[in-house]
């Protein structure tokens, strides 16, 4: 029984944040319980002082246990300072509707913001006379924040992005590092301090110093 409940926690999707991946998984893994008729209807209690019949008695009763059950889950997918503030929710529909409530319009915030950032991302160039040590800060601040607001941003869109936005001196240079290295193995502190050499061998002065 204890490895079957840690099967279970395994297989829920924790809350992190984004709410609308972890409601499309939890909705998923809830309708792979058949509980998520419950979750979408509710229980619908009868009105107080209705008479009940011991079949619709029985239904009640199949449908509140079914609701106990969906808001365990629930509770194993949600961490407990945002629990604490949904503990008073009497069903899983009451919870799922707060938890909907709470964060969809974060999560529309953050579609947006990432938006901005994807488009800062595709125009980011190279300035003229702009360092290497810059231009590599302004590409991480930015894909960074993507990163956090949940792109997938792999280090070798990031190295493939510099490359091509280098401003012309480096031509030569990113012609040579694409014939001697493999770009999807290529690290982006290699990157940056194989950039930096070229730059520094740029440096008029470097170039007095070696005569």
């Not at 924790?14 to 509710?42: A, C, G, Q, T």
């Not at 509707?97 to 980011?124: N, P, W």
């Not at 231009?135 to 510099?162: L, P």
């Amino acid at each position: 029984m204890a490895s079957d409940s840690n099967f279970v926690q395994a297989t829920i999707s924790r809350f992190d944040d984004h709410y609308d991946y972890w409601s499309m998984l939890m909705e998923n893994f809830l309708r792979s319980k058949e509980y998520w008729p419950i979750v979408e209807d509710d229980i619908n209690t009868p009105a107080v002082g209705k008479i009940l019949t011991n079949t619709q008695k029985t239904e009640l009763e199949a449908k509140k246990l079914k609701d106990l059950k969906a808001k365990n889950y629930l509770f194993l997918a949600i961490d407990r300072p945002i629990l604490e503030t949904i503990l008073c929710k009497e069903t899983s529909k009451d919870i799922w509707d707060s938890m909907k409530k709470k964060y969809q319009g974060t999560t529309r915030v953050k579609r947006a913001q990432l938006q901005a950032l994807r488009r800062d991302f595709e125009t980011l160039q190279m300035k003229e006379g702009e360092s290497v040590i810059s231009y590599y800060a302004r590409t991480m601040e930015i894909s960074n924040k993507m990163r956090f607001y949940g792109e997938k941003m792999t280090d070798v869109t990031i190295v493939e992005k510099i490359l091509c936005s280098l401003t012309s001196k480096y031509d030569y240079v990113v012609c040579s590092i694409e014939e001697s290295k493999d770009i999807d193995e290529l690290l982006l502190d290699e990157l940056q301090s194989s950039l930096l050499v070229h730059e520094q061998k740029m440096n008029p002065y470097w170039c007095m110093n070696r005569r």
